[in-house]
Antibody, heavy 127, light 107 residues
């Protein structure tokens, strides 16, 4: 079965660091981009960025560039979303999702559909 | 960035009704448009890709259409399990952007 499994809820204080995992299984890990999507409480979906585990190439939304780091560890088929200094405004649900390609990926476009989703990780940042 | 605008933002309909949601792109995105369903408390689920292609295993009551800047998502006969929020998403250019969502309820 193709699946992405995320870790449980995290509660952190402002200024702390955090790295949340997304474990992939059931398919060739290095052949699909995996992205992260933020959903703030009661709000819509925001694409943050994604990584191609085959060569660690990555793309970020300008809204999140420099604020988070997305990485992959091929040895354990896991993708990570990392913050070095959390803010209260980072409080949200975070989903990882596999991108099924619908075209060639370049610097300006990466055509695809998010066909497999993790169950989500709730991150709460509060003093 | 390409802005995606969905309408309506919420919708209440009866079981058996035909329901249609629209998604407008701020520029021409050809057919680079996907639709997702998010049931309450769950992760999103891919329903339609490239504007009109039904994802494997998804009910044929769902359909999508349109191209360019105007897109539609329809449910032919609304069922209780269809409640949730529906999002469109463009993949024509980075950054990937989503519509704000349409919350669907049963009357």
């Amino acid at each position: 079965e193709v699946q992405l499994v995320q870790s449980g809820a995290e509660v952190k204080r402002p200024g702390e660091s955090l790295k949340i995992p997304c474990k992939a299984s059931g398919y060739s890990f290095t052949e699909y981009w995996i992205g992260w999507v933020r959903q703030m409480p009661g709000r819509g979906l925001e694409w943050m960025g994604f990584v191609y585990p085959g060569d660690s190439d990555d793309r970020y939304s300008p809204s999140f560039q420099g604020r988070v780091t997305i990485s992959a560890d091929k040895s354990i088929t896991t993708v990570y979303l990392q913050w070095s200094s959390l803010k209260a405004s980072d409080t949200a649900m975070y989903y990882c999702a596999r991108l099924r390609p619908l075209g060639y990926c370049s610097d300006g476009a990466c055509p695809g559909a998010f066909d497999i989703w993790g169950q989500g990780t709730v991150v709460t940042v509060s003093s | 960035d390409i802005q995606m605008t969905q309408s309506p933002s919420s919708l209440s309909a009866s079981v058996g009704d035909r329901v249609t949601i629209t998604c407008q792109a701020s520029q021409d995105i050809s057919n680079s448009l996907n639709w997702y369903q998010q049931r309450p408390g769950k992760a999103p689920k891919l329903l339609i890709y490239d504007a009109s292609n039904l994802e494997t295993g998804v009910t044929s009551r769902f359909s999508g259409g349109g191209s360019g800047t105007h897109f539609t998502f329809s449910i032919s006969s609304l069922q209780p399990e269809d409640i949730g929020t529906y999002f469109c998403q463009q993949h024509d250019s980075l950054p990937i952007t989503f519509g704000q969502g349409t919350r669907l309820e049963i009357k």
